[in-house]
């Protein structure tokens, strides 16, 4: 499968833990967004990174959520001391150049708080 | 700020009819349009694009419009089957990076 993929597929965190979720972007693409999606409502851009670099992230809050793109390895996004306000769907996109287009996204991590 | 809208937030269709879906968009430097489906539990799969020096594109059973004038988008299926029920999302990309902002979804439901 060369699609985005992400996980995990569902976390689960009581209020205060960290959550920490990976993406692994289509093989050869170099550009990775992160989106939220909380229960019929449509996704919300958070950030968009290139390798080491981020690149935009004004969708992000300021405080406990960072988000990483290794140079080897996936990327990651980590949302510390988790509040149940955080309890969404996480979505992580990839595409293969800066040219406007398509956006190949994965299938989603759920995150529960308790 | 600059948004992408619908209008209709369920849309319920008799299979084998056609569908329209509308979206609305505010940016007029936007030259990049995009649906997509969400089934539940599923992301997002793209389904068609169009690029602002169109005004139509065609794909298997789907059409998208854009009319730059008055700043709309649709999605046009034709013979709506079962398969088709998910939620519609419109997006749109004004070239600053590659980011898309999406629209609040309509959803499709397809009556046997």
């Known amino acids: 499968n060369a699609g985005v993929m992400q996980n995990p597929r569902h976390l689960v965190r009581r209020r205060g833990q960290e959550a920490r979720l990976r993406c692994s972007p289509v093989?050869?693409?170099?550009?990775v967004y992160w989106y939220r999606q909380l229960p019929e409502e449509g996704l919300k851009f958070m950030v968009y990174?290139?390798?080491?670099?981020?690149?935009?992230e004004s969708g992000m809050p300021k405080e406990r959520f960072s988000a990483e793109f290794p140079k080897e390895g996936p990327s990651i996004l980590r949302i510390q001391q988790v509040v149940r306000g955080d309890s969404a769907a996480y979505f992580c996109?990839?595409?293969?150049?800066?040219?406007?287009?398509?956006?190949?996204f994965g299938e989603g991590s759920r995150l529960t708080v308790l | 700020g600059e948004s992408v809208g619908l209008h209709l937030p369920t849309l319920s269709v008799q299979e084998g009819d056609n569908s329209i879906i509308n979206c609305a968009y505010s940016?007029?430097?936007?030259?990049?349009f995009i649906w997509y489906k969400q089934e539940s539990g599923k992301g997002p799969q793209f389904i068609i694009d169009?690029?602002?020096?169109?005004d139509k594109r065609q794909g298997q059973r789907v059409t998208v419009l854009l009319n730059k004038t008055v700043k709309h988008l649709s999605l046009q299926i034709a013979a709506t089957q079962p398969g088709d029920s998910a939620v519609y999302f419109c997006?749109?990309?004004?070239?600053?990076?590659?980011?898309?902002?999406f629209g609040g979804g309509t959803r499709l439901m397809v009556k046997p």
């Open positions: 996109a990839s595409s293969p150049g800066t040219r406007t287009g398509e956006l190949f």
């Open positions: 093989k050869g693409h170099s550009h």
């Open positions: 990174l290139q390798k080491e670099n981020i690149i935009d």
């Open positions: 940016n007029s430097a936007s030259d990049y």
């Open positions: 169009i690029r602002s020096n169109m």
């Open positions: 997006a749109e990309s004004n070239n600053a990076g590659n980011m898309l902002t």
